[in-house]
């Protein structure tokens, strides 16, 4: 599977929420996640608590609740874009 193919289903870089932090925790066989925001850092707002936090790579979690947030790399410019994954959400490491 290339770089942001889409199956045609819900998941992709134009996922929203828990199916698009799946999509980028896993995509590029779990390298991307880790990977600097090309950007800049986004400056999220936690949609789980409301706290502010640094987005800095394209997965990420609010410092203050452990909520997980991700971005894909075509709409990494706008923190709008950021998706939440849901309360009680945990990365699989697979
Ligand atoms: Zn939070």
Do not use: W
């Amino acid at each position: 599977m290339g770089c942001c193919s889409n199956n045609g289903g819900n998941s992709g870089p134009f996922a929203e929420g828990k199916e698009l932090v799946d999509f980028v925790s896993q995509a590029h066989g779990g390298s991307l996640r880790n990977q600097s925001i090309p950007s800049g850092s986004l400056e999220a707002v936690c949609q789980g608590c409301g706290a502010n936090f640094t987005l800095a790579t394209f997965v990420g979690t609010c410092s203050a609740c452990g909520g997980v947030h991700a971005v894909s790399p075509p709409r990494s410019g706008d923190v709008g874009n950021i998706q939440f994954a849901g309360k009680g959400y945990q990365l699989s490491d697979g």
